[in-house]
């Protein structure tokens, strides 16, 4: 159906899928897991089975769609609809066609972008961010990515703006899983969060993470296990966070004080998660690198929640 658009927020433990109507409303969704092992086709097979799944929910074929749109992690290029380098997903070291293979398996035409991009500007269109021209969005989750509208357009520079996760916190500091040292990402990423939780617990520092990953039957340290430890006065798990919240901190303050944005939308799985509880935190820890203290932007959690993402893929179609 001509006003129907498929969306695919691709992430690094869940693909969640929607089809959109022309006033921006979910008539269809599905959600599945990111595949843990195998690779590229893998994770593609599992987006197109995801997104059948939303457009037959919403009584439709994938073939009958205007579009799909897909936001990808890793370097997505939107001319060519080539995925490389999403080094947060099984396997992905290189460059894969995902648009073109999505295309042969859903029937219909597919447009590529950056994941956290797409997702700050459905904020800006359709959620936290519509009452703002310049926003920068901090998707806090696997990774930690970031987006960027100013004067009312995206702002992509030449394909790979918005890197908030790899700016430099710390110079030589904790490795990154992009192989660098000192980046955001280092200390506020789900899965290098994970990483230093699990060495500290080998160490003999005392956690319930990994006990409370096995009871509810999780293969990663979620941010409901992470929400789950800190309800329970885990120590370790404080101490995570605490660290991702001052890394956060400092790296939004560094972005605000180059572009001066009207707003920072926080999204992301940990951002949703907790975005208002550690508001107050959060926004401590960047009053102390900005420059212009005395007139902060805007800090606002994401109100399209897990939906945002596909949300925002689903409007790649229509540009």
């Not at 457009?55 to 073939?63: D, L, M, P, Q, R």
């Not at 200390?187 to 006990?211: I, N, P, V």
């Not at 920072?264 to 420059?291: A, Q, T």
Request: some cysteine; proline content about 4%.
């Amino acid at each position: 159906m001509a006003d129907l658009r498929g969306g695919i927020d691709l992430g690094g433990t869940k693909i969640q899928t929607a089809i959109v109507d022309g006033r921006g409303d979910v008539v269809g969704q599905a959600r599945r897991p990111t595949p843990t092992g195998g690779g590229p086709e893998d994770v593609a097979a599992a987006m197109a089975e995801a997104l059948r799944e939303a457009a037959k929910e919403a009584g439709v074929e994938s073939g009958d769609l205007a579009g799909v749109g897909v936001g990808s992690p890793g370097d997505a290029d939107e001319k060519t609809g080539v995925v490389s380098a999403a080094k947060n997903l099984p396997g992905w070291e290189g460059s894969f066609p995902l648009a073109e293979k999505l295309k042969q398996a859903l029937g219909t035409e597919v447009e590529v972008g950056n994941d956290v991009q797409v997702a700050t500007e459905a904020e800006f269109h359709l959620g936290a961010g519509q009452e703002f021209e310049s926003l920068l969005g901090v998707f806090w989750g696997t990774g930690v990515g970031g987006g960027l509208v100013l004067g009312g357009k995206p702002w992509l520079g030449r394909g790979a703006a918005g890197e908030i996760g790899h700016m430099v916190v710390k110079r030589g500091g904790a490795k990154c899983p992009c192989g660098r040292k000192g980046c955001l990402e280092a200390y506020a990423g789900r899965s290098a969060m994970e990483a230093e939780a699990r060495r500290q617990h080998e160490e003999g520092q005392k956690t319930d993470l990994f006990h409370l990953m096995e009871k509810h039957d999780k293969p990663r340290l979620t941010s409901g296990i992470w929400e789950r430890a800190l309800d329970h006065g885990d120590h370790l798990a404080e101490k995570l966070i605490e660290r991702a919240v001052e890394a956060l901190g400092t790296g939004i303050a560094s972005a605000v004080n180059l572009v001066d944005p009207e707003a920072v939308i926080l999204g992301g799985g940990l951002g949703v998660r907790f975005g208002e509880r550690l508001m107050d935190p959060l926004c401590e820890e960047m009053s102390k690198h900005l420059f212009v203290d005395e007139r902060p932007p805007a800090v606002r959690v994401v109100s399209l929640g897990d939906l945002g993402g596909a949300i925002g893929a689903s409007l790649l179609v229509s540009r």
